[in-house]
């Protein structure tokens, strides 16, 4: 089977979380790619905007003035060409964006006067310069040409109550400048949009044109009270440059959430972050619970119990401990994990389920000798244990003993003091098996299951077992023999009179309903006696 779709017991596959973390730093990334486009694009159209208002601004201060230029001409009705021609002249030529200053007669619709023509003396239609020929009272648009030259002119015009038109003719020049200057490269289309026709750049100059509909991405500023509009169209390189400009904070987020991310799903769909969790909810639904091994006494009866954790997992079934005792004690929840067996063991043995005055075994780390809420909770087990008429065994294996010595010799003590016994565990594969004996007061030594397995065919495990045997009669040491399977292994170590006996021949590890129904000398356990 692909191994994506195999669970394992904790935690989510590998394949699983790194489709995960790929799935979920690839949505980032786009969302951080159209956020980036947002950000750029609002960017790019607020500096447009800006641009756009700056150059609009300065349309209509030039058109503002213009008008006030035209408006301080005073024309008296009679006044000839000749009387104002020089002050004509003076003026246009005083005046940076004006070309010209023309007077028209609105009655004859003839344009007579000029401060472009040599005396001011004209005669040309008014429609060639304004073609709704002054109907109005003052009026703004774009020529194709002035009266001068053939290039295009924005023309403006103040109609006065003596029936003489002002004519103002204003270099397109100027207002091409003004765009180019404000704009330049940051947009694609400057448009000057006056009546019904625009000024256009069209590469690096600019033509005149009909009107044509703004473009969707376009910023129009309309000028107050005249009918003037700028528009810029947007243009993709400001865009790009605003893009750019956003790419190193983008990239350092980008770099920084996929880090975190990255490592988030990795620990919470862990192995060990989601064995935390299923540990911490099993524990606050007391899902682990306490089996017992019963030990056969010499009067063929149980003398005792070992306490032997247990995981009833919602999803896995009853869970043995080497599935889990070694993880939870790496991530320091073994001691949860046995505080609340301690709870599962008390409300158990307070129904009396096995004789008065057996003994029960516990399992304890050495790591847990440093760990005082462990601690705490063996001496209150023991003053429980002791008010039910039981005797605590807490069973220590030797590895971990040796890590600090002094410390575990010292609390070994103080639990012989409060009346717990202490029996060493798994004696005999150790490192220093004898250096523990000598060093530790234990009050047990439990024969490690590897020496009884071939006790009866192997001379040489025989030779050991009987030396065990012999050596703790004479350290005053009671001995169990743990993984009896059978009747011969049993009968054997009858003869060499160990005290006590545990194994499968007479119990697996039993829940507590079995345990209080457990009658050795049934057909699920050995034939008695064992002992002679
Ligand atoms: N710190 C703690 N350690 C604990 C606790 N509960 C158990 N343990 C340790 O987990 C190891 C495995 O225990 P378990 O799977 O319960 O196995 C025990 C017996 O079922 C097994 N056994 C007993 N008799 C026989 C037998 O005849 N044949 C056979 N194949 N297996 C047998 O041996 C285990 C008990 O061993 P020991 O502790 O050395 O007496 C085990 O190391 C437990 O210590 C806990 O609460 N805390």
Not at 363 to 377: C, P, V, W, Y
Request: aromatic share 10%; glycine share 4%; hydrophobic share 45%.
């Amino acid at each position: 089977m692909n191994s994506f779709f195999v669970k394992p017991m904790f935690g989510s596959a590998k394949a699983f979380r790194v489709l995960l973390i790929a799935v979920c730093n690839l949505s980032f990334i786009a969302l951080l790619a159209l956020l980036v486009w947002q950000v750029a694009s609002y960017q790019s159209r607020q500096s447009i905007q800006l641009l756009t208002e700056r150059g609009a601004a300065m349309i209509e201060q030039s058109l503002r003035n213009a008008y006030t230029v035209l408006d301080q001409i005073s024309l008296a009705p009679t006044e000839s060409c000749q009387d104002i021609y020089a002050d004509l002249q003076k003026i246009s030529a005083a005046t940076p964006y004006f070309r010209a200053i023309y007077i028209a007669d609105s009655q004859t619709q003839r344009i007579f006067c000029s401060s472009a023509h040599a005396l001011g003396k004209i005669d040309s239609p008014i429609h060639t310069l304004i073609s709704d020929g002054a109907t109005q009272a003052s009026g703004i648009a774009w020529h194709e040409n002035s009266l001068i030259s053939d290039r295009e002119a924005l023309v403006i015009y103040r109609k006065l109550d003596n029936g003489r038109v002002l004519i103002g003719v204003l270099d397109s020049q100027y207002y091409k400048d003004i765009l180019q200057l404000v704009m330049g490269l940051r947009v694609k289309t400057i448009t000057l949009r006056v009546g019904h026709l625009q000024l256009v750049n069209q590469g690096d100059d600019f033509i005149l044109m009909p009107l044509t509909a703004a473009k969707n991405n376009s910023t129009s500023i309309l000028i107050d009270k005249l009918p003037v509009k700028v528009t810029a169209q947007h243009n993709s390189f400001q865009l790009r440059k605003y893009i750019e400009t956003n790419l190193p904070l983008a990239f350092l987020l980008a770099i920084l959430f996929l880090a975190w991310s990255s490592r988030w799903i990795w620990l919470r769909f862990g192995e060990n972050n989601h064995f935390r969790q299923q540990v911490i909810e099993s524990i606050q639904q007391q899902q682990f619970i306490a089996f017992y091994q019963p030990v056969i006494g010499q009067q063929n009866s149980i003398a005792g119990v070992e306490i032997l954790a247990r995981w009833q997992h919602p999803q896995h079934g009853l869970l043995n401990p080497d599935l889990f005792i070694q993880q939870a004690e790496a991530q320091g929840l073994l001691t949860q994990i046995m505080l609340s067996l301690i709870q599962c063991v008390e409300a158990d043995l307070s129904k009396k389920p096995i004789p008065a005055q057996s003994r029960v075994g516990i399992n304890i780390t050495a790591q847990q000798l440093n760990d005082q809420a462990m601690l705490n909770a063996i001496f209150a087990l023991n003053a429980k244990l002791k008010y039910l008429d039981y005797q605590l065994v807490v069973e220590l294996t030797e590895e971990g003993l040796v890590s600090d010595p002094d410390l575990a010799n010292k609390i070994i003590q103080e639990m012989g003091q409060a009346g717990i016994m202490v029996a060493i565990d798994d004696f005999g594969i150790g490192h220093s098996s004898l250096a523990s004996l000598s060093r530790f007061p234990f009050h047990y030594l439990k024969i490690d299951k590897s020496f009884i397995d071939h006790i009866v065919s192997r001379e040489k495990d025989q030779i050991i077992v009987a030396n065990m045997v012999d050596m703790a009669r004479q350290l005053n040491l009671n001995v169990v023999a743990e993984g009896v399977e059978n009747k011969d292994q049993a009968d054997y170590l009858a003869i060499l009179g160990i005290d006590y006996l545990q194994g499968f021949y007479f119990s697996k590890p039993l829940p507590m309903d079995a345990l209080s129904v457990f009658q050795f000398n049934t057909e699920n356990s050995a034939k008695f006696p064992y002992f002679h």
